[in-house]
């Protein structure tokens, strides 16, 4: 039988385990960062693209700190920082490494939007773009996502006429299966009348042997005893 000392042992560690979870537990539902679905954009060269970025966090945010930076194989730059007082004030930014950068959010009505719009796009403004917000009132807990940005000449056009192709092959072969199963119930159908006449058809027809033949039960007509 385990001692009281395995005991003891096994609530510290249940008890650890408890507090560990509740230390983590608001971390999980804290702070959160989006720069959409796409991992991937593409602009053409000479015009504009907005980043996206928008934030979550369920405790709310005082004096919370974002920014924007960019990043190469070979280059590393702080592009735009900022502060939003509160959940009622707008971000003001603070710090703009170029003048093709304007904030274009609004964290009024919990839309909580620092998303950046970059003009006269560049072919060297292909990189990663990194939104960063952190929240003092979470513990100075910070949280950040990156989008990939290709500037291009133009904009391939996509091809659907493979995808057209199969579509319209996947369709067709469902509606060929929806076909077959209402022909076959059909015939089933037929079947089942045509058997059902048949015995029809035999009933009557026994009945009308029996009146022939003078069976009991039939309607012949009798014939008058023999007089001895």
């Known amino acids: 039988m385990p001692g009281a000392g395995d005991r003891g042992a096994a ?27 796409a991992t991937t954009i593409y602009a053409v060269n000479g015009t504009e693209i907005l980043l996206p970025c928008t934030f979550s966090s369920c405790f709310g945010f005082q004096d919370l700190h974002f920014w924007w930076s960019y990043n190469t194989s070979d280059t590393f730059r702080t592009l735009i920082d900022g502060t939003v007082k509160n959940e009622k004030s707008d971000p003001k930014v603070k710090f703009k490494d170029d003048d093709r950068i304007t904030l274009e959010g609004s964290t009024k009505e919990k839309m909580n939007n620092i998303s950046i719009l970059l003009r006269n796009l560049e072919f060297s403004d292909t990189g990663k773009y990194t939104c960063h917000v952190q929240n003092p009132k ?47 119930k059909f015939i089933a159908f037929i079947i089942k009348k045509t058997q059902e006449k ?31």
């Open 11 to 37: 609530r510290a560690r249940w008890l650890g385990s408890g507090l560990l979870g509740l230390f983590l537990l608001p971390a999980s539902l804290s702070l959160e960062v989006s720069v959409g679905k």
């Open 138 to 184: 979470e513990n100075n807990f910070r949280h950040q996502a990156t989008i990939f940005l290709q500037v291009v000449d133009k904009l391939e056009e996509v091809d659907n006429t493979v995808t057209l192709i199969i579509l319209g092959v996947v369709g067709g072969v469902i509606g060929l299966l929806i076909f077959i199963l209402l022909v076959k």
């Open 198 to 228: 048949k015995k029809e058809c035999l009933v009557s027809s026994s009945g009308n042997d029996n009146t022939e033949n003078g069976l009991p039960g039939s309607k012949a007509e009798e014939k008058p005893p023999t007089k001895v």
